[in-house]
Structure formats: C-alpha cells, structure tokens
Nanobody, 126 residues
Framework: QVQLVESGGGLVQAGATLRLSCAAS????????MAWFRQAPGKDRAFVAA????????YYGDSVKGRFTISRDNAKNTAYLQMNSLKPEDTAVYYC???????????????????WGQGTQVTVSS
C-alpha cells in the first residue's frame, strides 16, 4: 500500500521559515509528479506547488510564488516544500500528493493526484 507521510509542520511566527517533507513508500517515486496542497478551516483545498517526476518543471500558486520552493530527492523518495517569509494566511493543513507521470499545467489540479498524505498542520501567528 502506497504511503505518503508529511512532516515538518508546526507553530511559528510571521516571517519564519519551515521546511515540510513528504516521504513516499511503496511507490516508484521517480515516475510520479509530486505536489503540495493546503486547506484552511472553512476553505477548499488549494494548490500550493508541484514538481514534475524529473524535477525539471515546477508550478506554484500565486500566493506563494517567490516565498515557497518545491524540490525532490528521488534517491530518498522524498519531496520537500521550503516555506520562507511565512504569513498568517499560510496557516493550513498541508497535504502531499502524488500523480503518475505528469509534467504539465494539469498538475495544479487536485483530481490528477491518486495518492495523498494525511497532512501536517502549519500555524503562523502574527
């Protein structure tokens, strides 16, 4: 059974930095695009960032461009989300997701992802 396990969330102050990790198991990781989505209370799940299976192509949501960076280490079966200059509006549960193949703008859509993690809470205080 495929597992995606997020870690690295926490409570930080505005302006701080966090790095989220998503460790994948029982997955041919290097053949899957990876993404991060987030969901704040009372809001729909929103796209944050995605990276192609090769790592050569990345996509970002408008609200995180220039502050967040997605990356992957195929040797470690792990994807990362480096979050800088955090704002209170970044507060949400962050989910990791995996999609087979994938290297197009379709990666911003949650319905292309077949596997999801359980999420990790990020809380940014003002």
């Amino acid at each position: 059974q495929v597992q995606l396990v997020e870690s690295g969330g926490g409570l930080v102050q505005a302006g701080a930095t966090l790095r989220l990790s998503c460790a994948a198991s029982r997955l041919a990781f290097s053949t899957y695009a990876m993404a991060w989505f987030r969901q704040a209370p009372g809001k729909d799940r929103a796209f944050v960032a995605a990276i192609s299976f090769s790592g050569q192509t990345t996509y970002y949501g408008d609200s995180v461009k220039g502050r967040f960076t997605i990356s992957r280490d195929n040797a470690k079966n792990t994807a990362y989300l480096q979050m800088n200059s955090l704002k209170p509006e970044d507060t949400a549960v962050y989910y990791c997701a995996a999609a087979f193949g994938g290297a197009t703008e379709a990666l911003i859509k949650p319905n292309v992802y077949g596997y999801w993690g359980q999420g990790t809470q990020v809380t940014v205080s003002s």
